[in-house]
T-cell receptor, first 114, second 114 residues
Framework: SQELEQSPQSLIVQEGKNLTINCTSS?????LYWYKQKYGEGLIFLMM?????EEKSHEKITAKLDEKKQQSSLHITASQPSHAGIYLC??????????????FGIGTKLQVIP | DGGITQSPKYLFRKEGQNVTLSCEQN?????MYWYRQDPGQGLRLIYY???????QKGDIAEGYSVSREKKESFPLTVTSAQKNPTAFYLC?????????????FGDGTRLSIL
């Protein structure tokens, strides 16, 4: 089965600093999702990456899928307190029935200190 | 606004009691999912449904049951057979079942034992 490892598990940064979160897969990634979750709330969809080398941005958040499609990174530029939360990556896993099962990483907890 | 509504936000279960968690979506999505989230673990899939009147077991279906009588509704029952039900439960939906379909999540229900 596919496993996703996120690093670091937690991160504390000062407001205004840049940061990067990584998501490494044990298998080739065919569809990779990034989500943000605030404690006790649901997941908010950020971005989906499909192609090797693909890069997407939304406001100050940029996500990339490497050429070999086994790692994705999420980069936040000039972090703000509103960026605080848990960032999770999820990957499509195909089963024999053709169903899209998404395997999720445990998440990276981000704190931004004013 | 379109979205996924989970209720209640907090739920308490007594010994031997079945409880039902509600999930309603007005996104006109075909596929719906139930996940369980525990501290230090990624989301684990309980049940999923790709179409009305059809649903499949996920990775941890024991002690749970679902129904999908309407497209917009996918309630989850936590039965007394589930011996460790304390967790955060998340419902999600996607336009179709299959790959490259981002899932959109509700705000979750936190279930505790009395």
């Amino acid at each position: 089965s596919q496993e996703l490892e996120q690093s670091p598990q937690s991160l504390i940064v000062q407001e205004g600093k840049n940061l990067t979160i990584n998501c490494t897969s044990s298998k080739t990634l065919y569809g990779l999702y990034w989500y943000k979750q605030k404690y006790g709330e649901g997941l908010i969809f950020l971005m989906m990456l499909q192609k090797g080398g693909e890069e997407k941005s939304h406001e100050k958040i940029t996500a990339k899928l490497d050429e070999k499609k086994q790692q994705s990174s999420l980069h936040i530029t000039a972090s703000q307190p509103s960026h605080a939360g848990i960032y999770l990556c999820g990957a499509d896993t195909m089963n024999s029935g053709g169903y899209q099962k998404v395997t999720f990483g445990i998440g990276t907890k981000l704190q931004v200190i004013p | 606004d379109g979205g996924i509504t989970q209720s209640p936000k907090y739920l308490f279960r007594k010994e031997g009691q079945n409880v039902t968690l509600s999930c309603e979506q007005n996104l006109n999505h075909d596929a719906m999912y139930w996940y369980r989230q525990d501290p230090g673990q990624g989301l684990r899939l309980i049940y999923y449904s790709q179409i009305v009147n059809d649903f499949q077991k996920g990775d941890i279906a024991e002690g749970y049951s679902v129904s999908r009588e309407k497209k917009e509704s996918f309630p989850l029952t936590v039965t007394s057979a589930q011996k460790n039900p304390t967790a955060f439960y998340l419902c999600a939906s996607s336009m179709f079942g299959g790959s490259n379909q981002p899932q959109h999540f509700g705000d979750g229900t936190r279930l505790s034992i009395l």
